[in-house]
């Protein structure tokens, strides 16, 4: 993928976010997903290396979590004081939960694009001023970030996970 300033392999560093390439990265990776998946075989897609170790199936349920927290998130910032103080989740605990390696695959990559296809819908009725809202990431350095930024480290927090697919 093309790399513009600001976007690294590690994914997004930049102070300053630009959100309409973060939007065009995003609708590439949902074109693009369900490609991934099907070059590979459900042993491939099922391994664990550990107990302990997603498997690829369950990278895909953890990104459904993403895109579930960081809907709401998108949401919910431009109406609520600043600033916003972002809530974390438990990661591990719903991937367990929801049963990912459990599930058809095509009931996942369904869930995903569906997910995804709504940020993009949302954050691009996004007024331009609210991508300045003040968001508290709840880092221990305890810097602040913007709506806008948050929206680019979603799809920054994606691309690093596609790696590992």
């Not at 996004?126 to 709506?147: C, G, H, S």
């Amino acid at each position: 993928m093309n790399n513009k300033p600001g976007w690294q392999d590690a994914g997004f560093f930049s102070q300053e976010a630009d959100v309409a390439v973060a939007m065009d990265r995003l609708v590439l990776h949902i074109q693009q997903l369900e490609s991934r998946f099907t070059q590979l075989s459900s042993k491939e897609i099922l391994y664990k290396a550990a107990d302990n170790k997603w498997s690829k199936q369950e990278i895909l349920g953890h990104l459904i979590d993403s895109a579930l927290n960081n809907l709401k998130r998108f949401t919910e910032i431009p109406f609520l004081p600043q600033p916003y103080r972002v809530v974390s989740y438990r990661q591990d605990e719903l991937v367990k939960v929801n049963r990912y390696q459990h599930l058809p695959l095509e009931h996942l990559l369904a869930l995903w694009t569906a997910l995804n296809l709504q940020i993009v819908f949302v954050v691009k009725s996004i007024a331009k001023e609210n991508l300045d809202y003040r968001v508290d990431p709840q880092y221990d350095n305890k810097e602040m970030k913007t709506l806008g930024w948050i929206i680019c480290d979603y799809v920054a927090h994606l691309e690093h996970h596609l790696k590992q697919l």
